[in-house]
């Protein structure tokens, strides 16, 4: 590697001597294997997330599936505002990476179960006709 001044480094992409690749060269391919791995697994994470959306407002009760969506956005806003720098400078952006989709695919099995747990079903509309306290509980409680 190249020095400019003290401290600063700028990575060679030559080959060695030898003809092998450089640190730089492996170091850099690492870095983008590991970027795809973690914009392949965050968009499956994020598509999965995005789809409870589409049940609140086709399958849920409606009221169920507005208070549910009002709760996770409005808890969002407040979680990045307050919790999430404390979380990151605690376990680091690796960490907090991993626990909110931890905690996103939490909030996928509530709403998978809440969906389930219709009162009654209108097959004609394809939709929830009664909610049951099991929807409240693990949609909007899941939401949180």
């Given at each position: 590697m190249a020095q400019t001044e003290p401290g600063v480094q700028l990575l060679n992409t030559d080959l060695g001597e030898d003809g092998a690749p450089t640190n730089a060269e492996v170091r850099s391919k690492q870095l983008r294997n590991?970027?795809?791995?973690?914009?392949?697994?965050?968009?499956?994470?994020?598509a999965t997330v995005t789809t409870p959306f589409v049940f609140a407002?086709?399958?849920?009760?409606?009221?169920?599936?507005?208070?549910?969506?009002?709760?996770?956005?409005?808890?969002t806003m407040l979680c990045s505002l307050f919790v999430a720098p404390?979380?990151?400078?605690?376990?680091?952006?690796?960490g907090s990476m991993l626990v909110g989709m931890v905690l996103y695919a939490v909030y996928v099995i509530c709403a998978a179960i809440a969906a389930a747990t219709c009162g009654d079903y209108d097959s004609g509309k394809g939709k929830?006709?009664?909610?049951?306290?099991?929807?409240?509980?693990?949609?909007?409680?899941?939401s949180v």
């Open positions: 590991n970027f795809w791995l973690m914009a392949f697994t965050f968009s499956i994470n994020h407002s086709s399958v849920l009760l409606e009221e169920v599936g507005f208070v549910g969506n009002a709760i996770l956005n409005f808890g404390f979380v990151n400078s605690t376990i680091g952006s690796k929830c006709e009664a909610a049951t306290a099991a929807q409240w509980i693990f949609f909007a409680g899941g």
